[in-house]
């Protein structure tokens, strides 16, 4: 646990809990002390599940499966809608859409009825409609892009659930618990973190602390991905290597088998060489022959002339 990191925490006023008559007695791990009747937050233990969480959220977008956020509450949508983003990962920031897990099928309807309203658009089908009939298809279209344009993407259900404020977003956890998706939260003094596989005690209601925490975990998913791409990369080369390294096995062994066709191909050659001079010189010894039998024949005639 670094010093540094605590004080960091402790300037963004992550260790403000709620008043100490709204707590939830499952946080009393987490509670450092009381102070004007405010509960306040032991930040080492913080920092430690902080890490704890980072750590496993790194695994999770390194296998390559999608993280959704959820807050819905005022002072945390724009920045988890921004450090979601970022990190390229879907996020609710409006109303929480009831059966937003366990009915995923239904939601993914309305997905692909926003993909249908932009390939009418694209095609020019939505131009034959009556103004009254386009008006309604835009609110439509506008309505449907506030509440699930973030998770136009997600296909299959999340392999993880980031919650700020367990206690707003109750739905999203007890749907998350009933499909056994892990759940990550940033619990304060008032919520139960018994429910939750990865709780961060830190205050969930200032946006410097929200900030913080959500900072430091879009920075884990990151790196997850980054570590993902690396691998992807490596494989690749690796891949192209040994794709490389098969052609010029084939090539060496094309080669090889070339071989001695060339050696038989020369070994011809050389026989043909060696038998031009026998075949040059069987003419002359048949022209010296016939002219031995001629002067032997011309002998006979000049010995029978002289008898």
């Not at 945390?76 to 390229?88: P, T």
């Not at 009825?113 to 939505?126: E, L, Q, V």
């Not at 939260?185 to 005690?201: E, F, G, L, Q």
């Amino acid at each position: 646990m670094a010093n540094t990191e605590v004080k960091d925490l402790l300037d963004a006023g992550v260790h403000f809990g709620h008043l100490t008559r709204k707590w939830n007695p499952n946080m009393a791990p987490y509670i450092y002390m009381e102070r004007n009747g405010i509960h306040i937050i032991n930040l080492y233990k913080t920092v430690a599940k902080l890490d704890e969480a980072n750590e496993a959220l790194k695994k999770i977008a390194a296998s390559g499966r999608k993280i959704l956020f959820v807050a819905t509450k005022k002072q945390a949508k724009d920045i988890v809608a921004e450090k979601a983003g970022n990190a390229n990962m879907p996020f609710i920031t409006e109303r929480w859409p009831g059966g937003m897990l366990t009915n995923f099928v239904t939601i993914r309807k309305a997905v692909k009825k926003m993909t249908t309203i932009d390939r009418m658009k694209a095609d020019g089908t939505f131009l034959t409609l009556s103004k009254k009939e386009r008006l309604q298809v835009d609110r439509l279209r506008a309505k449907l892009e506030k509440n699930l344009g973030s998770i136009s993407e997600m296909s299959r259900l999340p392999g993880a659930l980031f919650v700020v404020d367990t206690t707003r977003e109750h739905i999203a956890v007890a749907e998350a618990l009933k499909l056994k998706i892990p759940i990550f939260a940033m619990v304060d003094t008032n919520s139960d973190p018994r429910v939750i596989d990865y709780a961060i005690p830190s205050n969930d209601d200032a946006s410097k602390s929200i900030e913080k925490i959500m900072t430091s975990v879009s920075d884990a998913v990151i790196a997850g991905l980054a570590e993902r791409k690396a691998g992807k990369d490596a494989d690749d080369a690796k891949a192209a290597a040994s794709k490389e390294a098969a052609a010029a096995k084939a090539k060496a062994a094309a080669e090889a088998k070339a071989a001695p066709k060339a050696e038989e191909v020369a070994t011809e050659a050389k026989a043909e060489v060696k038998a031009a001079p026998k075949a040059k010189a069987a003419p002359k010894k048949k022209a010296v022959k016939v002219a031995a039998k001629k002067v032997a024949a011309k002998k006979e005639e000049d010995t029978k002339e002289e008898e």
